[in-house]
T-cell receptor, first 114, second 113 residues
Framework: ELKVEQNPLFLSMQEGKNYTIYCNYS?????LYWYRQDPGKSLESLFV?????AVKQEGRLMASLDTKARLSTLHITAAVHDLSATYFC??????????????FGRGTQLTVWP | KAGVTQTPRYLIKTRGQQVTLSCSPI?????VSWYQQTPGQGLQFLFE???????NKGNFPGRFSGRQFSNSRSEMNVSTLELGDSALYLC????????????FGSGTRLTVV
C-alpha cells in the first residue's frame, strides 16, 4: 500500500532558526500537498506541488518536490511563534492514476519557542 | 466565496446510537471525500463521492456509509456507534477529486460516551 512518511514527527525550534521537514512517499507521483493544522482545527492548504522540481514559497515557508527521489521538503526560514502547528504532507496519485483520495503522513508537530 | 460547510460542529452520542454528518462543498465542486482523524491512527480515508457515485472507499466497517446528493452535498452515517468512533470527521471538497487541491471543512467533533 502507498506509504507517506514524514520526519521528524516532533520539532521544537527556537525563533529565528531555520529547519526542514521531510516527506517521503512510496508511489510514483508528481503531485504533493502540504497542509497545516492548528490544535482542534481543520486542515489549511499551504501548497500544491504539481510537477518535478516544483518550488513554492509563502512567507517563511518554502516547499519543493523531487519526484525522482520521491521526496518533498518544507523549509522554515527564521521561525516565528505563529508557525507553531502540525504540518501534513499528502499524495493523491500513483503511477499516473488518480486515487481520488489523499494519503497523509503522520504529521510533524512544530513548536517554536522564544 | 463560501467555503466547505460541515454540520454539526460538535456531537455527543451514546454507544449504540447512530449519527449523520453533513458536508456542503464549495459551489461548483463535484467531489467530496471524508476522513476520520484520531490521535492514534492519524488521518484515515473513509470514502469519496463524485457526481453522486462512490468512487473510492477506505478500510472501514460497513457501519460507516455515505451518500451524495445531486447538489453535491454529502452525508455520512455511522450506525451502532462504538467508543472508538470518537474522532474529528473532516470532509474535503475538490473540483474533480484530483490535482486541483482539496479544501477541508471545519470538521465535526464526535464524542461517543
Amino acid at each position: 500500500e502507498l506509504k507517506v512518511e514524514q520526519n521528524p514527527l516532533f520539532l521544537s525550534m527556537q525563533e529565528g532558526k531555520n529547519y526542514t521537514i521531510y516527506c517521503n512517499y512510496s508511489t510514483t507521483s508528481d503531485r504533493l500537498y502540504w497542509y497545516r493544522q492548528d490544535p482542534g482545527k481543520s486542515l489549511e492548504s499551504l501548497f500544491v506541488l504539481l510537477s518535478n522540481g516544483a518550488v513554492k514559497q509563502e512567507g517563511r515557508l518554502m516547499a519543493s518536490l523531487d519526484t525522482k527521489a520521491r521526496l518533498s521538503t518544507l523549509h522554515i526560514t527564521a521561525a516565528v511563534h505563529d508557525l507553531s502547528a502540525t504540518y501534513f504532507c499528502a499524495v493523491d496519485k500513483d503511477r499516473g492514476s488518480t486515487l481520488g483520495r489523499l494519503y497523509f503522513g503522520r504529521g510533524t508537530q512544530l513548536t517554536v519557542w522564544p | 466565496k463560501a467555503g466547505v460547510t460541515q454540520t454539526p460542529r460538535y456531537l455527543i452520542k451514546t454507544r449504540g446510537q447512530q449519527v449523520t454528518l453533513s458536508c456542503s462543498p464549495i459551489s461548483g465542486h463535484r467531489s467530496v471525500s471524508w476522513y476520520q482523524q484520531t490521535p492514534g491512527q492519524g488521518l484515515q480515508f473513509l470514502f469519496e463521492y463524485f457526481s453522486e457515485t462512490q468512487r473510492n472507499k477506505g478500510n472501514f466497517p460497513g457501519r460507516f456509509s455515505g451518500r451524495q446528493f445531486s447538489n453535491s452535498r454529502s452525508e455520512m452515517n455511522v450506525s451502532t456507534l462504538e467508543l472508538g468512533d470518537s474522532a474529528l470527521y473532516l470532509c474535503a471538497s475538490s473540483l474533480q477529486g484530483e490535482g486541483y487541491g482539496y479544501t477541508f471543512g471545519s470538521g465535526t467533533r464526535l464524542t461517543v460516551v
